[in-house]
C-alpha cells in the first residue's frame, strides 16, 4: 500500500526516497474484503437529564438506552483482531467478546454508531409481555427456534405468526396466557455491534500529489472498538 514517489533531503542533506502510503488501496481493500453492515448514526436521546445524563426507562424513543439511531446507510467494514475478556458474576463465566472495526474513508463513524451485520446470523433470547395480540421483538427476527412460558411451548402457525417484517409475535390464540404475563422467545436475527472505543480516529497522512510536487493531506480509514449491543445495555459503564 506503499508507493515511493519523488525524493526526501534527510537530516544529513542526502536526498533519499520517499514512500508515500496509497490511502485509496486501504479503502479499495475495505470494498473488496470487507462484511457487509447497515451503519446507523447515534446520537444522546433528548429524555436523558442534562444534568445526570440517566435516560427516561419510559422512553418510547431511545426504549430507555439513551441513544437514539438513525440514517440506515449500507457499506462494508473490516473486522479483525477479536478478542474476550473473562468475567466472573454470580451466575457463571461469561466469555464477552469483542473486536476491532476499521470503516470506510469515507465513512464518518463516531462514537456510540450502530453496526448491523449482513453476512451472519445469531441467536437471541429474550423476555416478552403477552398482549393477546400483537408483541413486539427487540430485533428482527429472521426465524423463530422457540417460544416458551415455563414448561409450555407455543406453536408457529396454531398459537402465533412472525410478522412479515420479523419484528413482532402476532398472536393466533388470545386466550394463551392472560395479560401482561411474560414468556420468553429465542429466534435468529442479525448481530447488531456498538462502537465504543476509537482506537485510531484521527488518521491520516500526507502524501506528495503527482506531478505538482506538494504534499496533499488524506484522511485514512478510522478504526473503532465495537461490542455487541445487548452486552454494553448489561454493564453501564459504557
Known amino acids: 500500500m506503499f508507493n515511493q514517489q519523488g525524493n526526501t533531503e534527510n537530516h544529513s542533506g542526502f536526498m533519499v526516497p520517499r514512500a508515500d502510503f496509497r490511502a485509496s488501496h486501504f ?4 470494498r473488496q474484503k470487507g462484511f457487509r453492515v447497515i451503519w446507523q448514526q447515534g446520537m444522546f436521546c433528548a429524555c436523558a437529564n442534562p444534568d445526570s445524563g440517566q435516560p427516561d426507562y419510559n422512553c418510547g424513543s431511545c426504549k430507555g438506552k439513551g441513544y437514539v439511531y438513525f440514517g440506515d446507510t449500507p457499506t462494508r467494514v473490516l473486522v479483525a483482531s477479536i478478542s474476550g475478556r473473562k468475567e466472573q458474576d454470580t451466575i457463571g463465566l461469561d466469555d464477552i467478546g469483542g473486536a476491532y ?14 453496526f448491523v451485520f449482513q453476512d451472519f446470523t445469531m441467536k437471541y433470547s429474550e423476555i416478552v409481555k403477552f398482549s393477546g ?18 414448561d409450555t411451548e407455543y406453536r408457529r402457525g396454531i398459537d402465533f405468526e412472525l410478522s412479515k417484517d420479523g419484528k413482532s409475535l402476532e398472536w393466533k390464540n388470545s386466550t394463551a396466557m392472560y395479560d401482561n404475563q411474560t414468556y420468553s422467545v429465542l429466534y435468529d436475527t442479525r448481530p447488531v455491534y456498538i462502537a465504543i472505543n476509537p482506537i485510531h ?5 500526507y502524501t ?7 504534499e496533499l493531506f488524506v484522511v485514512l480509514p478510522k478504526q473503532f472498538q465495537i461490542r455487541r449491543e445487548d452486552f454494553i445495555e448489561s454493564d453501564r459503564s459504557y
Not at 27 to 30: A, E, N, P, S
Open 208 to 214: 506528495l500529489h503527482k506531478g505538482r510536487g506538494e
Open 27 to 30: 479503502d479499495t481493500l475495505i
Open 201 to 205: 480516529e484521527m488518521r491520516g497522512t
Open 101 to 114: 472495526l476499521t470503516s470506510l474513508s469515507t465513512d464518518n463513524v463516531g462514537f456510540r454508531d450502530r
Open 133 to 150: 395480540g400483537v408483541d413486539a421483538l427487540r430485533y428482527p427476527a429472521l426465524d423463530i427456534i422457540a417460544v416458551r412460558r415455563l
